[in-house]
């Protein structure tokens, strides 16, 4: 937003008067009628409601649970996903024979595995985290396996002249391609983790602020239930940011930071 | 190596591993005993007469591919569509207006980030569980990466593009179409793609809320009443709808984006 001029409304103030109008519709919407008041309380309701749940310790400690869940479920998904990334990308047999069964396993929507993670693991931290990790390491394990694919030949040719060892060739010339890759992979899982954590609370009942909302919703508690609505978006929006700012950090030195994101 | 030899080698680069892991699969729980983990020949063996059987003999219309997988299958292709015409719309007037774009721009992200599963109980209370209301979830849970895939590819156009287009007088329409509509394509492909995986989620998530048909909720009906191998059926069968859809939709990215991928190939030095 730097091409903003003087004479134009700057970007945040528009962006602002967007989540103005935005509170503005919802508190003025049930009020006259326009949408029932059961259904979607207006938001000085939803923000009194939220206002409680911040002073009550469970709101924390479900806070807490939640993002446990999604920092483990993510931390598994990177490690597994860059070390297998990496090694399977820099030996081209396992690549040829990995592909297929990669390209297959990809698709699997990770929710089809609920009632195995119920059944194995029943409502513990166990169960979500398994969805979690499913769902979040393929994000990961493509976009490194792609990164190393990336692989300069004539960098990788003369790094294997000046007889370079294994590692040193993938600490100095595989690694700094795949890192934008990785980042990007990074990003995508971190905000499906996101989901995934919360859908497992929500479906499973394992601890978190999804099991809260899942509660608000069975006893009728709609201000409440919108309270952790915002809560959870709230969160997905912190993640983003977090992602982007690792990001710009780890990658500061790379010429095109901005042309990698849709790649 | 000669034609022959390469094309088995490939065939067996493909189908090597899968058939490794299945064959595992079927030796290791051979004699499984375990009550969750039943051997893969039974659950081979349920899967035809679980979805593709009529319970009474009525024949193939009344069997549960016909009754919980096509309404599934339906449903998300309904919201799906309905998430591509309108996140494809809304972006391409968002993206071209800048004052737009930094108006919603926040409550866009804000909306984005609410993790989509989240939005069922909310919907359940203005639609019921009806076939609406999994309509309108699945398609907005898809409306938010297409949307904003598309003001990104839209607000990522060539500026000298415009401007050639603005000198050649071409007419709004025609400027939308064959240019706007074409170099935002890449991007709008990429949001459509992540789309449709949060759709095959929010499809099996709305059906395990509340539903009287679908497959996610035949799952969880299995689930919970126990039938163990039809419910590993159930999950295979789940994993193969993912996978063709993602066959069907990369087929039409190809069909769509030949000319992308063909320029990015050129570029990559047909690497």
């Known amino acids: ?263 | 190596m000669s034609d022959a030899a390469k094309v088995l080698r490939s065939v067996l680069l493909t189908v090597g591993l899968p058939l490794v892991i299945l064959v595992a699969w079927w030796v290791l729980t051979a004699n499984s005993t375990s009550y969750f983990n039943p051997p893969l020949r039974t659950i081979v063996g349920t899967f035809g007469e679980t979805w593709f059987a009529a319970p009474s003999g009525e024949g193939f219309g009344e069997s549960r591919f016909v009754h919980d997988v096509v309404p599934s299958v339906l449903r998300l292709l309904s919201g799906y569509s309905v998430a591509v015409v309108v996140g494809v719309t809304l972006g391409v007037a968002i993206g071209s207006s800048r004052a737009l774009r930094a108006y919603a721009e926040p409550v866009l992200e804000f909306f984005r980030a609410i993790p989509p599963p989240v939005m069922v109980p909310i919907l359940m209370l203005f639609l019921g569980i009806g076939t609406s209301m999994k309509i309108v979830v699945i398609a907005i849970g898809c409306l938010w990466p297409i949307l904003l895939n598309t003001v990104e590819g839209v607000r990522g156009l060539d500026p000298v593009l415009r401007d050639t287009a603005r000198a050649y007088r071409l007419g709004r329409v025609a400027t939308v179409r064959h240019l706007v509509l074409r170099g935002a394509s890449p991007q709008i492909v990429t949001g459509a793609r992540q789309a449709l995986s949060v759709g095959i989620i929010l499809m099996v998530i709305s059906e395990m809320f509340a539903a009287k048909d679908g497959l996610g909720f035949s799952i969880v009906q299995f689930q919970r009443s126990f039938a163990i191998p039809e419910m590993w059926s159930g999950v295979i069968l789940l994993g193969v709808v993912g996978v063709l859809l993602s066959l069907v939709f990369r087929a039409v990215t190809n069909a769509v984006l030949g000319w992308y991928l063909g320029y990015r190939q050129s570029q990559h030095g047909g690497a």
Do not use: C
Request: charged fraction near 10%; charge should be positive.
């Open chain 1, 1 to 263: 937003m730097n091409r903003v001029s003087g004479r134009r409304t700057p970007a945040w103030a528009l962006g602002l008067a967007g989540v103005a109008t935005l509170l503005l519709v919802v508190e003025i919407g049930p009020r006259l009628g326009i949408v029932d008041a059961r259904f979607l309380p207006p938001t000085s309701q939803i923000l009194a409601a939220l206002a409680d749940r911040l002073g009550m310790p469970e709101f924390w400690t479900a806070l807490g649970q939640t993002l446990t869940t999604w920092v483990t479920g993510l931390a598994i998904s990177l490690v597994t996903g860059v070390v297998l990334g990496v090694v399977i990308g820099s030996v081209p047999v396992l690549r040829a024979v990995t592909a297929s069964t990669i390209e297959f396993l990809r698709p699997v929507p990770s929710v089809a595995l609920i009632p195995v993670a119920v059944l194995l693991y029943g409502t513990g931290m166990a169960s979500t985290l398994l969805l979690v990790v499913y769902a979040s390491f393929w994000q990961v394990l493509v976009q490194v396996l792609s990164g190393v694919q990336d692989v300069d030949p004539v960098a990788s040719d003369t790094a294997r002249s000046y007889r370079f060892s294994p590692l040193t060739r993938i600490r100095t010339v595989v690694w700094p391609t795949t890192l934008p890759y990785a980042m990007t992979g990074l990003r995508l899982a971190a905000s499906v983790a996101l989901i995934l954590t919360v859908t497992g609370e929500l479906l499973i009942g394992t601890p978190g602020i999804g099991k809260l909302l899942g509660i608000a919703q069975s006893s009728g508690a709609v201000a409440s239930m919108y309270a952790y609505v915002v809560v959870a978006g709230l969160l997905g929006v912190a993640v983003n940011v977090l992602a982007r700012v690792l990001e710009s950090r780890a990658l500061f030195w790379h010429p095109s930071v901005r042309g990698e994101v849709a790649a």
